[in-house]
């Protein structure tokens, strides 16, 4: 029971971190509009939580080694912590101006990334900067592209 939560938790802390913070820098990028990063966020911490769970729960029935419990149990945790860690990015930008929230919302992503990679390097007995290095190389990698798209975006399509 323990294993199929802290999976749930993991990839809803890991997608919540990831997706949020590329359609913040996204949409920060092409807009600079508090109010549009504002909805983006609610947009992921609701749509995105629902598809995710859903995508674990049929992921955990498919493998057909759970429990109905277990299923339930993974798709619960997904959800919420998806649903949570996303609503944290509300924070950064209902307090501070746009792009300082953007720098505020990176430190803290980069936080909770680095947190859960170092307990999960841990718990494995993995090299911790090795994992770290790599979480952290692909969700660097993630934030570079999204704002140059948003850049683009907002160049080639921002008199839409």
């Known amino acids: 029971m323990k294993e199929v939560f802290k999976k749930g938790f993991s990839f809803g802390l890991t997608s919540a971190t990831i997706t949020t913070l590329g359609l913040m820098i996204g949409l920060q990028s092409s807009t600079q509009s508090r109010l549009v990063v504002l ?3 609610l947009t992921i911490a609701i749509a995105d ?5 859903l995508g674990v729960h049929i992921s955990e029935e498919f493998e057909n080694k759970k429990s109905p419990k277990e299923v339930w149990m993974a798709t619960i945790a997904t959800f919420l912590s998806k649903f949570i860690f996303a609503l944290t990015f509300l924070i950064p930008v209902l307090l501070f101006p746009l792009s300082t929230a953007i720098i505020v919302s ?3 992503g980069l936080f909770m990334i680095s947190l859960l990679s170092y307990k999960m390097a841990k718990e494995q007995h993995s090299g911790v900067w090795q994992v770290i290095g790599e979480h952290v190389l692909i969700f660097f990698s993630v934030m570079a592209i999204t704002h140059f798209v948003g850049d683009f975006i907002g160049t ?5």
């Open 39 to 41: 909805g983006g966020i």
């Open 49 to 53: 939580a629902f598809s995710d769970s």
């Open 106 to 108: 990176i430190l803290w």
């Open 156 to 160: 080639h399509f921002g008199d839409l």
